[in-house]
């Protein structure tokens, strides 16, 4: 009978606070009272008030009040990630959801979809997978919110309750023989990769590849996303990429993101075999003569971004 007291007695404990967790959740991650009313379908008042039973029951406050909002506390930020894990674990547990495994992932600009899309086709080829496209700064927000599960971008971000750690960096190329003079090229449009030699820019490598066969000016892409058969030529420049997820995560819980990870990260690691080549055009180095460099590309090249676009010629 005492092996199972304990049990017991942390049962009774998080039965008295379990039906205000849902209120508590909706205000720490919309910070307002009134959007989190609207969230969970009370009123303010109702709201509030499950916040203040909370936290009069723990003998501590949760929230740092202030008429721009609410602030989690140290002890907060804690219950937050307790609760979002419980809620997810008993939420996979129920049969309807049980199966298939799924994650909810997401990449910031026009190369990091396609490296994640990659790597968790080689990583979890029988999981269920919705991808998404976010802006650098808004990924951070939906991990929080329980919104995604996994999420690349080129920022390090730390922050109460989300693991961020940091990946090899994507390293850029100067790809694609041409014939010309000119040293301007064209460019990869995403944070990390402005030229200010560049003439056209591209949102994704197909367009860059497009707009570099029909202006005849070489390509900076990562060296992962280069085509089959192009030359390439290294540049000093590499670009940061971090994975992120939720914190506070069992070994188990955390296992399907170590696998995506670790096949995103050999992507980035790839270097082509040297091979012959006809050569690329490059920058002229410092000493006047024009960079020249062979290489082959990368085989299995990931997929393809879903937008591109075209912005006019900096001066």
């Keep these: 009978m005492s092996e199972v007291k304990p049990s017991m007695e942390r049962h009774r404990r998080v039965w008295q606070v379990w039906n205000w967790l849902p209120a508590f959740r909706a205000a720490a991650e919309f910070q307002s009272l009134q959007r989190a009313a609207l969230a969970v379908n009370l009123s303010p008042s109702a709201l509030s008030r499950a916040i203040n039973l909370l936290e009069r029951n723990l003998g ?24 979002r894990d419980a809620v997810r674990l008993v939420h996979e547990a129920l049969p309807s959801t049980a199966s298939p495994q799924k994650l909810r992932v997401a990449a910031a600009g026009p190369v990091l979809p396609v490296l994640l899309a990659d790597g968790l086709a080689r990583a979890l080829p029988d999981w269920s997978i919705v991808m998404h496209t976010a802006a650098d700064d808004r990924l951070l927000e939906r991990l929080r919110c329980g919104d995604l599960d ?103 819980q955390s296992a399907p ?40 590309a990368p085989s299995g090249r990931p997929g393809t971004p879903v937008t591109a676009s075209r912005r006019p010629r900096r001066r």
């Design 60 to 83: 501590e406050a949760l929230f740092l009040r202030s008429p721009s909002g609410l602030t989690l506390t140290e002890r907060g930020h804690t219950l937050l990630v307790a609760t």
């Design 257 to 296: 993101y170590e696998r995506v990870t670790a096949a995103v990260s050999a992507l980035l690691a790839f270097r082509p075999v040297p091979a012959a080549a006809s050569p690329v055009e490059g920058r002229r180095p410092a000493d006047g003569r024009r960079a020249r460099a062979t290489g082959s």
């Design 150 to 252: 996994l999420a690349l971008s080129h920022a390090a971000h730390a922050d109460h309750g989300i693991t961020s750690r940091q990946l090899p960096s994507m390293d850029l190329v100067l790809a694609g023989a041409t014939g010309s003079d000119r040293h301007r090229l064209v460019v990869m449009d995403t944070a990390g990769f402005d030229d200010p030699a560049a003439e056209l820019r591209a949102s994704t490598w197909p367009e860059a590849e497009r707009m570099a066969r029909a202006s005849g000016l070489p390509v900076v892409a990562p060296w992962c996303l280069v085509a089959d058969g192009a030359t390439v030529t290294p540049l000093p420049r590499s670009v940061p990429v971090f994975a992120h997820w939720r914190a506070g995560l069992y070994a188990g």
